[in-house]
T-cell receptor, first 115, second 109 residues
């Protein structure tokens, strides 16, 4: 079974802190994705990566950066956390070169609260 | 800009009923996904469609490219089907991923 793990299920941070959310997949997938999910807005793509050290912006990259130094790990960084970044963050991975046209496997999510 | 609309927003059914959830999109797409999100938050990919129909167990997904519409059907619904069902489309030209806001399904015993 494909396993996508996220470093924390719940996280509480203060405004202005630098926050790291880690995602690891164990199936040698090329593609990895970071989403946030908010009530009434649904899922929105923040960043994705189709190879090590490669990244592309999604719909809402402002205030976020990412890092993919190894194939299995994709990190989302909030450079200076703000209250409007309080959200559920979901990581996903997929195999192949079809970008969004491959089946994505999701992690359990991290609920981030920024105070 | 592609807009993805799901209906209904909320759906309550009795165990055993046939369920239909609808997804409409506004521009030509290359593929569409159906996802299931359980109350704990975990998301599972159910189907990816670019044409026709797919079936997996009690779940059936159809897509009509000309009418820009997809449906997810659940036969003989069960309380464990209670979840939020989300469709997402991939725009044909720009390869942009757009999600619907989800349909919350509750199946009562």
């Amino acid at each position: 079974d494909v396993k996508v793990t996220q470093s924390s299920r719940y996280l509480v941070k203060r405004t202005g802190e630098k926050v790291f959310l880690e995602c690891v997949q164990d199936m040698d997938h090329e593609n990895m994705f970071w989403y946030r999910q908010d009530p009434g807005l649904g899922l929105r793509l923040i960043y994705f990566s189709y190879d090590v050290k490669m990244k592309e912006k999604g719909d809402i990259p402002e205030g976020y950066s990412v890092s993919r130094e190894k194939k299995e790990r994709f990190s989302l960084i909030l450079e200076s956390a703000s209250t409007n970044q309080t959200s559920m963050y979901l990581c996903a991975s997929s195999f192949g070169t079809g970008r969004f046209r491959e089946t994505q496997y999701f992690g359990p999510g991290t609920r981030l609260l920024v105070l | 800009k592609n807009e993805v609309e799901q209906s209904p927003q909320n759906l309550t059914a009795q165990e055993g009923e046939f369920i239909t959830i609808n997804c409409s999109y506004s521009v030509g797409i290359s593929a569409l996904h159906w996802l299931q999100q359980h109350p704990g938050g975990g998301i599972v990919s159910l189907f990816m469609l670019s044409s026709g129909k797919k079936k997996h167990g009690r779940l059936i997904a159809t897509i009509n490219i000309q009418e820009k519409h997809s449906s997810l059907h659940i036969t003989a619904s069960h309380p464990r089907d209670s979840a939020v069902y989300i469709c997402s489309s991939i725009s044909g030209g720009s390869e942009k991923l757009v999600f619907g806001k989800g349909t919350k399904l509750t199946v009562n015993p």
